[in-house]
T-cell receptor
Framework: GESVGLHLPTLSVQEGDNSIINCAYS??????FIWYKQESGKGPQFIID?????DKRQGQRVTVLLNKTVKHLSLQIAATQPGDSAVYFC?????????????FGKGTLLTVNP | DSGVTQTPKHLITATGQRVTLRCSPR?????VYWYQQSLDQGLQFLIQ???????AKGNILERFSAQQFPDLHSELNLSSLELGDSALYFC?????????????FGSGTQLSVL
């Protein structure tokens, strides 16, 4: 089966609150992780990435944390806005056979209430 | 707009039929990836082409095939269609031959097999 999974399938937050979306992975050899956002009717859109030699990376209102000890990845969204409502996917890049593969988790639906 | 163009946006067909989905990558991108998205399976990697050559294979059925042409556009052919093939099919592109670089996704083709 897939090695990447999400703890929470749905998350509902109030506008202005911080959101945390979690992801577990099982392939300890994965060396690159990516968060994607998918809005209704659109394809996944890159948000932020992190290499396995880092434990934290910050973007604009988003932070990704990587805990290799427990194989856990999280996406933090500060001051969540209605426009952040979407499905969020974590994905990992690791060697699968002779080629690198990008494997997606199932996704978490984030709903932001005004 | 990601710069990746997929046509058609919607496709309705019957079981047993054959369809072709088309993808134009971002200008300058040499890699094209195909993904299938369904409610129960999430985003599943099908196949990747780099500069006209097959680079990696994922969970692609034998009834499905793809190719990348000299102008770098790609086509995904789905034959002997079954009800279970109904899904969103995404194309993504990147510059590099490996998925270590972020992918840019098109808006997808919604396939409905009746």
């Amino acid at each position: 089966g897939e090695s990447v999974g999400l703890h929470l399938p749905t998350l509902s937050v109030q506008e202005g609150d911080n959101s945390i979306i979690n992801c577990a992975y099982s392939n300890s050899a994965s060396d690159y992780f990516i968060w994607y956002k998918q809005e209704s009717g659109k394809g996944p859109q890159f948000i932020i990435d992190i290499r396995s030699n880092m434990d934290k990376r910050q973007g604009q209102r988003v932070t990704v944390l990587l805990n290799k000890t427990v194989k856990h990845l999280s996406l933090q969204i500060a001051a969540t806005q209605p426009g952040d409502s979407a499905v969020y996917f974590c994905a990992e890049v690791g060697l699968g056979g002779s080629n690198y593969k990008l494997t997606f988790g199932k996704g978490t639906l984030l709903t932001v209430n005004p | 707009d990601s710069g990746v163009t997929q046509t058609p946006k919607h496709l309705i067909t019957a079981t047993g039929q054959r369809v072709t989905l088309r993808c134009s990558p971002r200008s300058g991108d040499l890699s094209v990836y195909w993904y299938q998205q369904s409610l129960d399976q999430g985003l599943q990697f099908l196949i990747q082409y780099y500069n006209g050559e097959e680079r990696a294979k994922g969970n692609i059925l034998e009834r499905f095939s793809a190719q990348q042409f000299p102008d770098l556009h790609s086509e995904l052919n789905l034959s002997s269609l079954e009800l279970g093939d109904s899904a969103l099919y995404f194309c993504a592109s990147s510059v590099a031959p490996t998925p270590g670089e972020k992918l840019f996704f098109g808006s997808g083709t919604q396939l409905s097999v009746l």
